[in-house]
């Protein structure tokens, strides 16, 4: 396979039988032509050759696989050093050391760029972090020095000789002066070793109390952990100590900004540049205090400057993109957004901040990408992001969820929610989200979870009330709603919705004068929701107020003419009427509107049958099955024509499908019930009966089948029992004739039903 061609072909390399190494590397991309390392590898034995055109394009090729691999840039930066081409090396090195802040010999081959232009700043800054990182490349620095001719990295070792020998004693046991200290403690910093500094800069200071770097090293590691006051208290010191120590008045900055004390931020800021023009870091600082300060122009000032200094400075572009977002200018926010990344790919905040541009420019996909990349990245900031002034981490999972839910992708929003949740465990707004999104995934009794979750974090939150009682409406729990929708409109009585809700519970109770006064509450305060003037309209329905109501569906179709239960109100409000011809035009608009909405459906059905076309009528319930196979009303009307056709079975089943739909479905059992009564199966009629009036005791239907079927039995006085109690609820009975209009029997099951009541009626 491919790893044993490499493997001979790497050892072969190390042997200098270059020609034989590429043989091998060659057959090892041809096996597999996605491998870097065989790129990367190939690269360095054409190097060795002299094919530098032959390595680049090695070079090339294993960028384009992994945009990320450091070693791949630097490597580049080193055909171009060789083609004296050294902007572009620059550029490479930057990269480089970006992706891998402790690939060293790239910090020391860019030193020697920097040197052989004769930017000795820049050139002893690399030096210095190389050695740092390796010790070793001291030898290596004074090896190249003897050997190389340039005039410029000649006169560098004169200018690094002191430098050298303060540092060749970071790294000996015992340091012998404060400076010593010092930068052994610097070195300790910067791998992580916070707390070995810390005892080295405070033996630097006991050897020499007057060294004022110590004071402003330690200074930083405080500023690190957050002790603002107490870096402030160093950096007092060393700028006592030292005047012109232009790095304490940078860092003081910091601090006093990060506690708020904003003048003396600034102050420190201007200081630190008065005394070095060129300090970027100062600059840049500048640049977020302006920002935090709301002074665009002042920012884009400074973060210009800036980038006039290290054009290729992530941290630059970020801020100067995140001015450029607050002032709305979202395409160049974008476009820095975009170099920040390209001048640092592993930039954290930079994708972070690009997805929110990208968010807000609706460019969705582009920001689930970059918020995946932060994840990816680890969330954690590294010492450059900490640099550029923000906090310790971004968190990509909250707001990637926040994406998909608003894509309606259920379940990615749980899963990014979740991760959310474990990283913050304490967030109630988490919670409250996840709860959403398991509501929009059809999972409540998990949302009611997760709403409870958020209420308990921070019971004043009327939102996590609000959700949990549309919650507890969906389940039909109707006084728990009540009960979630009290509390909060106790902590926010302004919001329309909650009332709008609470009304609908108490629509779902039949406390319709209750339901009206919320809707009432809901208008008062938004009164362009068309659907609360459907609700209301509703309840004046039933309140017997019809008139009100159909003004309440006109006003609501006024205000949304796209709103499907408008129309299917206002249908029934005109079928009420007998007006089947407006009625008919309302169900066809809601259906048009919403070809998915199943009561429409079932609705227009109902006008069909009403004007007895009873396969129109089927037509329209079955396309309401079709859309949802779990709706127990098609199923029940559907079955309600077959029964009035004679086809039983047809009945039948469609009424046991309506009744494991909705076991409490009282019009499925009546009406199965007098199918079983024309088969004459009686037992079955009486079972189906009895079971609709167990649901609903005062269904007339149920209980007229009930006495029927009793009669029939021969259970006589049973029937005159309940058919006596229906006379004394309703004087119709005693004139039967209204039995013969009723659309709810088969005319001769009228019929038949009228004779054995007239026949029982003498009896009573």
């Known amino acids: 396979n491919d790893g044993i061609f490499f493997s001979r072909g790497f050892i072969l390399a190390r042997l200098h039988r270059l020609e034989e190494a590429i043989t091998d590397y060659d057959q090892a991309n041809k096996l597999n032509p996605k491998n870097v390392v065989v790129y990367l590898e190939r690269g360095r034995s054409y190097i060795e050759m002299g094919n530098l055109l032959a390595a680049l394009a090695n070079f090339n090729e294993a960028i384009n696989l992994d945009s990320k691999d450091a070693e791949a840039y630097a490597y580049r930066a080193g055909i171009y050093c060789q083609q004296r081409k050294y902007s572009e090396a620059l550029a490479d090195y930057d990269i480089a050391v970006q992706l891998d802040p402790q690939l060293s010999w790239a910090y020391f081959n860019r030193g020697q760029v920097y040197a052989s232009l004769g930017k000795k700043d820049l050139a002893s800054d690399d030096f210095i972090h190389a050695f740092t990182l390796n010790p070793s490349l001291i030898k290596v ?39 010593a200290y010092v930068n052994r403690g610097s070195a300790r910093a910067d791998r992580g070793d916070r707390e070995g500094a810390l005892v080295d800069y405070d033996e630097a200071i006991k050897l020499d109390a007057k060294f004022a770097p110590a004071y402003n090293n330690r200074g930083n590691l405080y500023l690190h952990r957050g002790e603002w006051a107490l870096a402030i208290s160093e950096y007092n010191k060393a700028i006592e100590l030292d005047p012109r120590l232009s790095e304490a008045f940078n860092n003081r900055g910091v601090s006093h900004e990060e506690l708020g004390e904003w003048e003396q931020a600034g102050s420190d800021f201007n200081q630190a540049i008065n005394i070095n023009p060129n300090y970027t870091h100062a600059y840049l600082n500048r640049g977020t205090f302006y920002i935090n300060q709301e002074l665009w122009g002042d920012a884009i000032t400074d973060l210009n400057k800036v980038l006039s200094l290290e054009p290729h400075l992530a941290a630059a572009f970020l801020q100067r993109g995140l001015v450029y977002f607050y002032q709305k200018k979202l395409n160049l926010a974008k476009g820095d957004l975009n170099k920040a990344v390209e001048m640092n790919p592993k930039y954290r905040y930079a994708y972070y901040y690009r997805a929110i541009i990208n968010t807000q420019m609706g460019d969705l996909e582009s920001a689930i ?62 919670y409250l989200y996840r709860g959403v999104s398991h509501f929009g995934n059809g999972d409540v009794d998990l949302a009611i979870v997760d709403f ?20 507890f409406i969906h389940q039909k729990e109707w006084q728990k709603a009540i009960a979630d929708f009290n509390a909060a409109i106790e902590l926010e009585p302004t919001l329309p919705d909650t009332y709008a809700n609470r009304g609908i519970a108490y629509a779902g109770i039949k406390d319709w004068e209750s339901a009206l006064s919320d809707y009432d509450k809901a208008i008062e305060l938004n009164p362009k929701a068309a659907q609360t003037f459907v609700n209301r309209g509703v309840a004046l329905a039933q309140l017997g107020k019809h008139d009100e109501a159909l003004a309440d569906y006109n006003l609501a179709i006024m205000l949304d003419n796209q709103n499907s239960n408008a129309y299917l109100n206002r249908g029934t409000a005109y079928m009420r009427q007998n007006l089947i011809d407006l ?182």
Request: contains cysteine.
């Open 141 to 179: 620095f004074e090896k190249t020095i003897s050997s190389d001719s340039d005039k410029n990295l000649s006169e560098m070792k004169n200018a690094l000789e002191e430098k050298f020998d303060v540092f060749r004693s970071v790294f000996t046991d015992k340091p012998q002066n404060a400076e």
């Open 369 to 430: 990408s970059d918020y995946i990349e932060v994840i990816e990245l680890g969330e954690r900031s590294t010492s450059s992001d900490e640099m550029d002034g923000f906090g310790p981490s971004v968190d990509g999972h909250f707001p990637l969820g926040l994406i998909y839910l608003q894509k309606q992708n259920w379940r990615a929003a749980i899963i990014e929610f979740s991760q959310a949740i474990c990283k913050k465990q304490s967030d109630p707004v988490i």
């Open 452 to 471: 409870t979750e958020c209420i308990e974090l921070d019971p004043k939150k009327a939102i996590g009330y609000y959700n949990r009682g549309q919650a």
């Open 583 to 764: 009625a008919t035009a309302d169900f066809d608009d809601a259906i048009e509107i919403d070809p998915n909405n199943v009561v429409a459906y079932v609705y227009r059905g109902n006008v069909s049958l009403e004007q007895t076309k009873t396969e129109l009528a089927i037509d329209f319930y079955s396309k309401a099955i079709e859309l949802d196979i779990k709706n127990n009303t098609p199923y029940t009307a559907r079955g309600y024509v077959y029964y009035l056709q004679g086809k039983w079975e047809l009945a039948i089943d469609d009424f046991n499908t309506a009744i494991n739909n909705y076991p409490d479905d009282v019009e499925a059992h009546s009406r199965r019930g007098f199918v079983y009564f024309a088969l004459n199966n009686l037992n079955e009629a009486l079972l189906s009966f009895r079971q609709s009036i167990k649901t609903d005791s005062t269904n007339i239907l149920a209980n007229i089948g009930l006495g029927i079927t009793l009669n029939a039995l021969g259970r006589t006085n049973e029937a005159i029992k309940i058919l006596n109690n229906l006379i004394l609820k309703d004087k119709r009975f005693l004139d039967l004739s209204w039995i013969e209009k009723t659309n709810s029997l088969r005319p001769e099951m009228a019929v038949e039903v009228k004779k054995i009541l007239k026949s029982i009626a003498k009896v009573i």
